[in-house]
């Protein structure tokens, strides 16, 4: 090979060195230039459907209240269910009643619980209320008394049927049989004998405001409040019912009227 030959091939090395060079640089001046449209905004990826629900029916548990609770015995005395769909017979009558606080209010009680009643108005008084049992035990014939009485003041006063006022009448006031009062083991407690039984004022009174909070520690729950009046069929903010208390205190706790308690139980 001559100088001059060698030099040509040389030269020719060269060439294609720079050629290799600048095709790998030539991209990195690309990249230098930022990240594409494409790579800041990325397409997101379809998420796929969830699966659609199984359709299977829920069905409501059923809690066996006399295990879950032990001492509840559904069946026991202080535990019946009064209403319009469980009445009780005109010959039911508790087995005995005392006068409550000796008699001051001319009001009586079951006997078996008196004492529980008693602690809970000591209770409200120690805390500073004034404390009146309006009424408590109420016979059947004094209940069916006063049905009557004031069915028949409907239908006088509205000219209406006796027959169309006493349904009317039950709006108002408890059908015989179906009134708890009738168990010996319910007061209507307010803060006066004059205070006027209206619900709406009543439900602020301070005195039926404590009784509320407190009377599951005594084995009463508030029996007919005005979100459950659907379920019960009244709202009377001065109704205590005494339950016992391991009852009284799940009923508070899981906010629960009796009707639904007794739902809840297996045997119900
Ligand atoms: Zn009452």
Redesign the pocket.
Known sequence: MTLKNLRILMFAMCLALLTVVSTRVSPAREDAAGPTEAELWPTPEPTPEPPPPTLEPTEEPVIDLEAELPGVDLNAWYLKLVNNDNSLSASFSPENVTAIRGGIYSQYFDSRAIERLEAMLDGAEAAGYEVYVR?AYRPYKSQATIFYGRATVISENQGIEYAEAEQMARKFVAYPGTS??QLGL?A?IMDSAQTPLDAEQAARLPLLLWLQEHCAEYGFIYRYPKEKQDITGWY?P??FRYVGEDAARYMADKNLCLEEFYALSSGA
């Open positions: 009424t708890e009062h319910c209507d009377e001065w109704h």
